[in-house]
């Protein structure tokens, strides 16, 4: 253990005590004034801090890494009684102190350490970059090889250990990034059930929206969504096989980046499906999250899908530019295939914002729709098996998620020491024995928050990873329609499109992007009336064009803090029944209307 992590145990205990404190004294109903964060340091103002604040304040010697770090450490344990990130108590702390649990899966216990090492290095003239001292999280399902656990939320693989860090680990750790912890996310990246509560795992708890703690806070990137929300954490990580990196990030409120599946490496990442995984970043701005991207992206031998990137020398913060570039670009918008499923209250916010994005000189197309939409996705909601409900399982999703799940969680597990947990066979065993918390059968014996019990891990053990016939047809059904649909509709009637504007609450939007491998971002742009639970505008692009979404997202966002008395951007989460703690949370998604 590093010559500081004992002192950072008993910073933590006393932030705890504070914490816990406040708690005690907040007065009813003062949502606003119970979450309000402290200053850090004498005089930084963290909250909604972006990284060349505090760049510029670890410049100027008002604020050094190691207090960002303990910063966040303090709002993480103010605000966790109630997001719940992840509800594991750090067990050197819990001997330590009886306060609140820590708002991560696990704090880092050399993130200390390390923020002070990237201290000296910047008192002695060397600083790395961007991410230098800059704290961030990572979804508990990216290994990292340290004092932490890599478990994807499961008890099954409590006390493993992964061979190395994962690549975009290594990357943002080389980059200076100071990683504060593991944050929570539904268990197994939401493959192991059908019918769940978004947010839960088996060890992290039940993971809570600040903005509304009662409903669905997206998942299964949960707790990296959260904690940027909460400003618990600067930036994060999270993975996304279908949506589990954009539907958090807009059910929260901040930018989710989901990029090409290719353009970052999936080693040392539990795996679903090797066709649709990649890993995304979270920020409260679109800056942050390319910033983070920049650090991460690259080429990995350990994954050879990330040998054919096509990406531009010198990173894609260059592509970063403000509302003047809205100026003669050209978006589509895929009416019949997304926007005329959202709800009436986000059509008249969203379509607001769309009118200030004309006004800034842009054009919007309407009726630019995805070729062959109506066989490619359900004309009702998400549903990553239409295929088969449409009665062709060869033109299903899931059929290529099941097979792939079997083969690369066996060949992941294959890397892994200190556990005897080896195949999908054993994790479902593992699940039946531990039924009480690990919900092996479906309620009411197994665990209500795993209402469906094991069902998609039953449906992936059925196939024995055997790419068969129906495998492949489904696999080249669901890349070529969706690629097809969604170059087509970039390329309307002659004319190159800069994006598809899709309104990302829609889960269909992300699902085209995801089957494809394509890549897309959303932006923050409005909030429910009735659930207070935010909304956003995503782009759709096509392969390797991460830089159009780079300059048009971080275009729109300057539109939208640049225009007086516009409200259709990210806003303070309102903390709404912040004392209700309702387990399994309402699985809604819905306005006034």
């Known amino acids: 253990m590093g010559g500081g992590s004992l002192t950072y145990f008993k910073s933590l205990a006393g932030l705890a005590?504070?914490?816990?404190?406040?708690?005690?004294?907040?007065?009813?109903?003062?949502?606003?004034?119970?979450?309000?964060?402290?200053?850090?340091?004498?005089?930084?103002?963290?909250?909604?801090?972006?990284?060349d604040d505090m760049q510029k304040a670890m410049g100027n010697g008002t604020v050094t890494a190691v207090q960002l770090v303990e910063c966040y450490a303090q709002r993480v344990?103010?605000?966790?009684?109630?997001?719940?990130?992840?509800?594991?108590?750090?067990?050197?702390?819990?001997k330590l102190t009886a306060a609140v649990p820590s708002s991560l899966l696990e704090f880092n216990p050399d993130a200390l350490d390390i923020a002070a090492n990237l201290d000296r290095e910047r008192r002695a003239g060397k600083v790395r970059g961007p991410m230098h001292g800059i704290p961030f999280t990572v979804k508990e399902n990216i290994g990292t090889k340290d004092k932490m656990e890599t478990t994807a939320g499961s008890w099954a693989l409590l006390g493993s250990r992964v061979p190395r860090d994962a690549f975009v680990v290594?990357?943002?750790?080389?980059?200076?990034?100071?990683?504060?912890g593991k944050a929570t996310l539904?268990?197994?990246?939401?493959?192991?059930?059908n019918n769940y509560s978004e947010g839960y795992s088996a060890r992290g708890g039940q993971a809570r929206s600040p903005y509304n703690f009662t409903v669905n806070p997206g998942g299964s990137s949960s707790g990296s969504a959260i904690g940027v929300a909460a400003n618990a954490?600067?930036?994060?990580?999270?993975?996304?096989?279908?949506?589990?990196?954009?539907?958090?990030?807009?059910?929260?409120?901040?930018?989710g980046f989901k990029p090409t599946v290719g353009l970052t490496s999936r080693a040392g990442v539990v795996p679903e499906t090797e066709h649709q995984d990649t890993v995304g970043t979270f920020g409260r701005s679109v800056r942050d999250a390319v910033y983070t991207l920049d650090a991460i992206y690259?080429?990995?031998?350990?994954?050879?899908?990330?040998l054919a990137q096509q990406s531009p020398r010198g990173g894609y913060t260059q592509f970063l530019t403000n509302k003047r570039a809205l100026r003669g670009a050209a978006f589509g918008l895929p009416w019949q295939c997304f926007w005329r499923h959202a709800d009436p209250e986000q059509l008249r916010q969203l379509t607001a914002l769309l009118d200030l994005i004309k006004e800034a000189g842009a054009t919007i197309i309407n009726g630019t729709e995805i070729?062959?939409?109506?066989?490619?996705?359900?004309?009702?909601?998400?549903?990553?098996d239409w295929g088969t409900r449409r009665g062709y399982p060869n033109e299903s999703e899931y059929t290529v998620v099941a097979v792939d799940f079997y083969n690369n969680i066996n060949t992941y597990l294959s890397e892994l020491d200190n556990t005897d947990i080896r195949s999908l066979e054993d994790i479902v065993q593992y699940n039946y024995d531990n039924d009480?918390?690990?919900?092996?059968?479906?309620?009411?014996?197994?665990?209500?928050?795993?209402y469906s019990g094991q069902d998609g891990f039953l449906a992936s053990l059925a196939t024995k990873g055997i790419q068969d016939e129906t495998y492949w047809q489904a696999l080249e059904f669901t890349q070529t329609k969706t690629r097809k649909g969604i170059d087509d509709a970039l390329n309307y009637k002659g004319k190159k499109l800069n994006g598809l504007l899709v309104p990302p609450a829609v889960g269909q939007s992300y699902q085209i992007s995801a089957q494809a491998g394509y890549p897309i971002i959303t932006l923050p742009a409005g909030i429910h009336s009735a659930s207070g639970m935010p909304f956003g505008l995503a782009i759709l692009q096509t392969a390797w064009a991460e830089s159009e979404l780079v300059k048009f997202g971080s275009a729109i966002e300057d539109l939208q803090k640049t225009t007086a008395g516009n409200q259709y951007k990210r806003s303070f989460p309102t903390w709404e029944g912040y004392k209700k703690k309702p387990i399994p949370l309402l699985n809604i998604y819905e306005g006034s209307d």
């Open 17 to 51: 005590a504070a914490a816990t404190t406040t708690a005690a004294m907040a007065p009813a109903g003062a949502a606003a004034d119970f979450f309000k964060m402290p200053l850090c340091g004498r005089s930084f103002r963290l909250e909604e801090a972006n990284i």
């Open 77 to 94: 344990l103010q605000t966790d009684d109630y997001i719940n990130l992840t509800a594991c108590l750090f067990r050197m702390m819990e």
């Open 170 to 180: 290594k990357k943002l750790r080389e980059a200076g990034g100071v990683l504060l």
């Open 186 to 193: 539904s268990e197994w990246a939401d493959m192991r059930s």
């Open 233 to 255: 954490v600067a930036v994060s990580l999270g993975t996304e096989t279908d949506g589990s990196v954009i539907n958090p990030a807009m059910r929260n409120s901040v930018v």
């Open 298 to 306: 690259g080429k990995d031998q350990r994954d050879n899908y990330t």
């Open 371 to 384: 070729t062959d939409y109506g066989t490619i996705v359900s004309p009702d909601w998400w549903d990553w």
């Open 436 to 450: 009480g918390t690990e919900g092996g059968n479906p309620w009411p014996l197994g665990n209500p928050a795993f």
